[in-house]
């Protein structure tokens, strides 16, 4: 007898319409890579994840923070120019780019509307335990389906706590919220398959 494969995973990732890729900025990056060893093979799934979705023509969103100053004593925000994307991970023109001003991707009302035209997304970037967690929370409030890519996704390290460890426990409670398949898992289930013919008679 074989070995059982937990089909959970793909039938989560299977219905997913959209990819979100969430903080790839070099600020983002230098954050992670002083705590966490493993940023680099998240960075790998992420590459994955794009060039499945572009390769499927699925829709992919980039969203950042808002870079804002705010002056003191002013009632005036001056704008910072934003963070330069990752190299090899930047946004093309047919890819969407919102900007948020909390931790949730729905702070971005924007990313709100085109998600209810699509009800499901894939969801996977740096700052995991504050991004994806937070977006995941509301993307079930709103009954939206969200399947988040552990691997594809990386957490910060916190105090008396490592990188490893937060993105444990950040997985445990997205799990709560979404499904959790790997980066692995969600391209099978998103693959296109040809359709066959059907003989009759």
Known sequence: MGPVIDLKPYVGASNTRLLVMVDLQEDAYFRAAASADDVERSLE???????????AGMPIAFTRRAQE????????????????W??????????????????SCYANPLFDDVV??????????????????????????????????????????????????VHIVATKAIELFADVATTAHWLVATAQRPLRGHRYG
């Open 69 to 84: 100053l705010d002056i003191a004593g002013l009632d005036v925000v001056d704008r910072k120019a934003p963070s330069p």
């Open 116 to 165: 209810s035209r699509i009800g499901s997304f894939a969801i996977g970037g740096l700052a995991a335990e504050e991004v994806c967690l937070a977006t995941a929370i509301d993307a079930s409030h709103r009954g939206h389906r969200v399947t988040f890519l552990t691997d594809a996704a990386a957490s910060r390290q916190r105090r008396d706590a490592d990188a490893s460890s």
């Open 45 to 55: 799934s992420c590459r994955a994840a794009i060039q499945h979705a572009r390769n």
């Open 86 to 103: 990752i190299m090899g991970l930047e946004p093309k023109r047919s890819d969407m780019v919102f900007e948020r001003r909390q931790p």
